[in-house]
């Protein structure tokens, strides 16, 4: 079997998609951190974009987690994630870039300097998910009864965002999409999103959103402002 090494950012959200499909496949791998305000050298060489997360496989790079993701679903033994149909698997293709633009948006809202920005920001994630609640079905996945590779893509929002609306309940990023909260719920308490970060990744996400991950940075988003 290849040897897995994957490169991190201890919080990132797209590694996790990647850390999250090792987990449901059932193999062995090694997780490599790096600083991503200090990218060193040799990681910039195998990294074109300079971004994480980035797959080894023995000598072999692949980098972008989707592609990660599938390679994984492809080559690893277990179930497989994604759907045999060609048509239903190029839905969910579909939904997994969905998703990605949503982090985009969640990180938008969870930057905003001014409360007004972020709860602007939040109706917009709000509208959003409602496209995908009319997508789901009786759950408790994107699929029903069968995790897959758009529910290793989406668990990383819903994780980020249950953690800002503690610091702001009323946010309403979830207000009248009752199968999107449940399927959210369903993705938070797998065991293999669980099992999917650094023990501590609250405690380091918030410092994130406070600003105190780099040197010098006193500058806190709203939404941070509130775990102070």
């Not at 668990?155 to 959210?184: I, N």
């Amino acid at each position: 079997m290849a040897n897995y090494t994957l490169i991190s950012f201890d919080i990132c959200p797209f590694v996790q998609r990647s850390v999250i499909t090792l987990e449901e496949k059932g193999v062995q791998y090694e997780i490599k951190y790096i600083e991503i305000e200090n990218k060193p050298d040799w990681f910039l060489s195998i990294s074109p974009f300079g971004k994480v997360p980035v797959l080894q496989v023995d000598d072999t790079v692949i980098f972008e987690s989707a592609v990660i993701n599938e390679y994984l679903d492809e080559t690893a033994p277990g179930r497989k994630l994604h759907p045999a149909d060609p048509l239903q698997r190029a839905h969910n293709r579909a939904w997994i870039e969905f998703s990605s633009s949503l982090l985009v948006d969640r990180n938008r809202m969870q930057h905003a300097k001014e409360e007004t920005e972020a709860r602007e920001l939040a109706g917009i994630l709000n509208s959003k998910l409602g496209h995908i609640e009319g997508q789901l079905g009786e759950g408790p996945y994107f699929n029903g009864e069968r995790f897959s590779l758009v529910d290793a893509a989406a668990a990383p929002l819903f994780q980020r965002l249950g953690w800002l609306l503690e610091l702001a309940p009323d946010l309403g990023v979830f207000d009248g999409l009752p199968k999107v909260a449940a399927w959210s719920a369903a993705l938070i308490d797998r065991e293999s999103v669980k099992n999917s970060t650094v023990s501590d990744i609250h405690e380091r996400y918030i410092g994130y959103l406070q600003g105190k991950r780099k040197a010098g940075d006193k500058t806190t988003s709203w939404l941070g402002s509130l775990a102070a």
